[in-house]
């Protein structure tokens, strides 16, 4: 179900531990995640990765969460699926991990990190957040990216790749 899950066997001495590392949706399937403000002046979607524990908001390490917001205020914020976490298990000690968004399509995330950067994120540091804004008036803001996990800087070694798109409205 999920062609970009893989074994990755840490080098850590003679007592590894394996991990599996994952991320869903396709090119032609991309993860959605919608979110309308009515009546506000601001709507807000985000796809998160957590890399530890406490980092953004209420997200887990290991976990792909998705946010949506209301003028500011947390209106829902939640895992998609265990099943589709991007490490398994959570108290990975590898790493660290290297992600990468790429616009596939639509408007560019405009909250998080910069696309189109290796960012580090390990067992004790950082988190993978990308998101969209849409504020003053009503209309719509919506964008698909491109998420890849490397095991180096430079991005040589794409151990997972998936989708998300995210789309952010206001309406009167």
Known sequence: M????????????????????????TAVSPRTWAHISIGGNEAVVSWLFG?????????????????????????????????TDWVIPHNFQEGPY???????????PNIGLALGVWTSVSNDVNNFSFGWQKTGGNGTVSGTVKVEIATDSGGSNIVATGYYKGTATNEP
């Open 51 to 83: 890399g530890k524990d406490g980092g953004t908001a209420s997200i887990a390490r290991g976990e792909v969460q998705r946010a949506g917001y209301d003028n500011g205020v947390q209106a829902i914020y939640t895992s998609i699926d265990t099943g």
């Open 2 to 25: 999920y062609p970009f899950l893989l074994a990755i066997v840490a080098a850590k001495g003679t007592t590894s531990p394996t991990e599996s590392v994952n991320l869903s949706g």
């Open 98 to 108: 290297w992600f990468r968004g790429t616009l596939e399509s639509g408007d560019a």
